[in-house]
């Protein structure tokens, strides 16, 4: 069973996904980039996390198989952080769309592209207290509270994308591109969801939690019913 958990954790199912993306992502920003030749009007920081999107994204590809299977506690938790990581650079990596289509402009719109950030994050946050109370993974028992916390970070996010959807500087479909990013949220958070829960399967089970079914004193009742 343990190894059954660990193997579903490793199988992220993002591999399809973040293949989709990164072919969105690039041709998208490469079109704008080639469009308008404001290559040197986007801010250092978007192409530094561009570099780091696409290295997480050839890192969940080797990861996303049935290969090389480690089961062990670091590489779980290695395999979780992993998928969290690469889950919501995603996200990250999208946004950073925005600012590379805005760059022939004379807007300043990082500041904007800063507080998506803070949405970002406090979505990311929501989903970890979230996980981690309710699959019992840094508690006993879930927490009414805690989950409430999740809850409000989760509408905070939300509310924050929203809000921006009304009052970022348009030169196109901006509106568009704020609710893409936020259905992109609801994606990732299925996704990852799924390897929370399987990494509290087999952190409980680990710890003897949870009890693996006996397989082989299962078949000797069967046989013994079988000679009765």
Known sequence: MLETYITNLKKS???PFV?????????????????????????????IVLAIWFVSC???????SFNNIKVD???????????VFVGYIQVVALSAGYVIWSAHTHWNVLSHWLEMQVAIFM???GLIIFSLNEFHIAVKSAKRWLNMIAI???????????????????????NLFIWTLVILIICI?????RSFFNYALY??????????????????????????
């Open 19 to 47: 293949i989709f993306l990164m072919i969105y992502i690039i041709s998208l920003n490469g079109l704008a980039l080639m469009g308008t030749q404001a290559w040197a009007k986007v801010p250092i920081i978007i192409y």
């Open 189 to 193: 958070d299925a996704l990852l969801v």
């Open 203 to 228: 952190v409980r089970t680990l710890s003897g939690e949870l009890k693996a079914p006996d397989i082989e004193a299962s078949n000797e009742d069967e046989l013994e019913k079988g000679e009765a």
């Open 13 to 15: 199912y993002m591999k």
């Open 73 to 83: 506690e670091p590489s779980a938790l290695r395999y979780l952080v992993v998928n």
């Open 58 to 64: 050839l890192v969940i590809i080797k990861q996303d």
């Open 123 to 125: 979505s990311l946050l």
């Open 152 to 174: 409000l970070l989760k509408l905070g996010s939300f509310g924050i994308l929203i809000y921006l959807n009304f009052t970022l500087p348009r030169a196109g479909d901006e």
